[in-house]
């Protein structure tokens, strides 16, 4: 098993790119890499939206909480059909992931040392002005019931 750091971790570093004059990955870096895959994700579902004829606006609020799957999260006029989009949808489901797990970099190095609550979800708004991705600590009661 390597001892390697994240400093000199080649993955790291083709991953992220950026790395500062000691070796090291910067936090900007992180952040680049999960804005880029936010509008990455953000382009798949609108492009898939568009061909189930799903209309933006009103936004549509994207959840997945340690106590359930993705789901959509807020009112919307076409939320069946958003349900129906999200069933078994595993190339977006592992997209949303891929975000996930990037901005919890981010929020983790932001807050070194904080511990987070279980209870919290991970949201991904689906604006006409663009996505936005956030923490929420909250239990998991995703609309519709």
């Not at 090291?24 to 804005?35: D, K, P, V």
């Not at 106590?67 to 592992?94: F, G, R, V, Y």
Request: with cysteine; net charge negative; glycine share 4%.
């Amino acid at each position: 098993m390597s001892s390697q750091s994240t400093a000199s971790n080649p993955g790291f570093v083709r991953l992220f790119g950026h790395t500062g004059d000691d070796g090291s990955i910067t936090l900007q870096a992180i952040r680049e890499r999960a804005n880029k895959q936010l509008a990455k994700f953000a382009s798949l579902a609108e492009e898939q939206l568009v061909e189930r004829q799903i209309s933006m606006p009103p936004a549509i609020s994207l959840v997945s909480c340690p106590a359930c799957s993705l789901t959509l999260e807020n009112n919307h006029p076409q939320s069946d059909e958003i349900l129906s989009w999200l069933t078994d949808n595993a190339k977006l489901s592992s997209q949303f992931k891929e975000v996930e797990v990037l901005f919890e970099l981010v929020r983790a190095a932001e807050a070194a040392g904080e511990i987070f609550p279980e209870t919290s979800c991970f949201h991904i708004g689906l604006t006409s002005a663009g996505p936005i991705a956030y923490f929420e600590d909250h239990a998991c009661s995703p609309y519709p019931q």
